[in-house]
């Protein structure tokens, strides 16, 4: 499997830097972890919002499930598994707090520039807000993968996109990546996340194995470890000397049947009741954010660098919250809930 577009390009930093013993794509994957955005993923809402069980799973647990599939997948069909990691572990750096329900929320509340879109944000995240504002200056590819990612559209099988993409100007979350790597950590997102939600809803009492399509558990299996084995080896075979990443026939399927499975035992009213605090509080504070940095002069580096005056500066700002709700509260400052008001 060739990429459509040359090293040269996808391997491009938007300022070069000099060739080390890591090679381009794993010192990005260095340059990730060691982000303080990576960091924050570890109190980030995946499915469940439990921050005081350490068995439910987070968004940092979630992007490792990720890497590590999509890293299985690559070395299986000669892709490059530095690209594929490194794609995955960023892929959820621009995620809102609380999962999907903070993204609707913050979506909402920021419609007039455009809405909030993690993917899209997850660009931004790593191109500009990172690194106290340099960002990380990780390569083409890497950035593509990040805003191309689309966790929620599920495709059978996925092709790279073959032109160069003016990433900046990206308004949606539809284009496919430019790289195969991309391609494989779009689907392995989605691996990573059918059994494991799964499982944290058992955990949580929405749901019991039982309740689950015989067929599924079957072919699938029951656990998040055999599902992800069963499609891992599904997506090598089906994918192997083709021009596409993909499932069978029969294991899409099932996948579509699973998903549709657990999207409906998050609907339950136990849930929705969460998912309707998560709002009313965000009326209030709009989903606060506890990661400010003192600057040097000891003030908050980000109030005093935008003052949250403006929508777009309340995006930057919850797409980077981390921790659960404690009103009004960072870790190092207390701030005025009207500051937070849009």
């Known amino acids: 499997m060739l990429n459509p577009l040359p090293p040269d390009i996808l391997r491009a930093r938007a300022y070069p830097r000099e060739a080390d013993m890591r090679g381009d794509y794993f010192r990005d994957v260095t340059a990730i972890i060691h982000s303080t955005p990576f960091r924050r993923l570890k109190h980030k809402t995946q499915a469940f919002y439990a921050p005081q ?8 647990e979630h992007v490792l499930h990720v890497a590590t599939i999509a890293v299985t997948i690559c070395k299986a069909l000669g892709l490059d598994a530095d690209l594929a990691q490194a794609i995955a572990l960023a892929h959820d750096l621009g995620h809102a707090p609380f ?14 520039i455009g809405g909030f879109i993690h993917e899209l944000h997850g660009l931004r995240v790593v191109d500009v807000l990172a690194h106290d504002g340099t960002g990380l200056n990780l390569t083409y590819g890497v950035r593509d993968g ?19 993409k003016a990433l900046s ?32 809803a058992i955990t949580a009492k929405f749901v019991t194995l039982p309740e689950v399509d015989p067929l599924v558990r ?21 994918s192997l000397g083709r021009d596409y990443i993909g499932l069978s026939d029969e294991k899409n399927e099932l996948v579509l049947k699973l998903y549709s499975f657990s999207r409906a035992s998050t609907s339950t009213p136990a849930w929705s ?16 954010c506890w990661t400010c940095s003192r600057g040097k002069d000891g003030t908050c580096r980000l109030m005093r660098a935008e003052r949250f005056a403006s929508t777009r500066s309340l995006g930057n700002t919850c ?23 849009a």
């Open 218 to 238: 079957q072919a699938l299996g029951s656990s998040n470890g055999q599902i992800i084995g069963t499609l891992v080896a599904d997506v090598v075979q089906e």
């Open 99 to 112: 999962g999907h329900e903070g993204e609707r929320v913050l979506h909402g509340r920021t419609a007039e």
């Open 273 to 288: 009741a969460t998912a309707c605090s998560v709002s009313a509080l965000s009326k209030e504070c709009l989903i606060i």
């Open 146 to 164: 990040v805003i191309s990612h689309c966790g929620e559209r599920f495709e059978q099988r996925l092709s790279p996109e073959p032109r160069q």
């Open 169 to 200: 100007e990206v308004r949606d979350r539809g284009q496919a990546p430019n790289t195969y790597e991309g391609c494989v950590v779009r689907l392995a997102d989605k691996i990573a996340y059918l059994g494991r939600d799964l499982e944290d």
């Open 53 to 60: 069980n350490d068995h439910v799973c987070t968004r940092i």
């Open 319 to 341: 797409g980077g919250c981390a921790r659960s709700m404690k009103p009004m509260q960072c870790r190092r400052c207390v701030l005025s809930p009207t500051m937070w008001r």
